[in-house]
């Protein structure tokens, strides 16, 4: 999917009341884990560290999220 309207994982940004903020920016709130090493290797320096996750209702991305996941259709409760 390359666009996150739908994701469970999207965290949009919200006006003050409560509704979708124009911008149409948020955050994409996975949690993203890195695996262990094995105990015979090791990172030279600092560990890498995953950066940006901002997402847009107004942008698609440029790729397909092997992340996306949409949540369960409420009407079948």
């Not at 509704?19 to 996975?30: A, Q, T």
């Not at 884990?33 to 600092?46: D, E, F, I, N, R």
Request: glycine content about 10%; aromatic content about 10%; charged content about 20%.
């Amino acid at each position: 999917m390359k666009t996150c309207l739908k994701c469970r994982h999207a965290a949009w940004d919200l006006t003050a009341a409560g509704k979708l903020h124009p911008s149409g920016g948020g955050l994409c709130r996975y949690p993203w884990k890195m695996p262990q090493l094995p105990a015979s290797m090791y990172w030279v320096g600092h560990e890498p560290n995953p950066c940006g996750g901002y997402i847009s209702r107004k942008n698609d991305l440029k790729d397909h999220c092997s992340y996306f996941n949409e949540p369960p259709d409420k009407q079948g409760d």
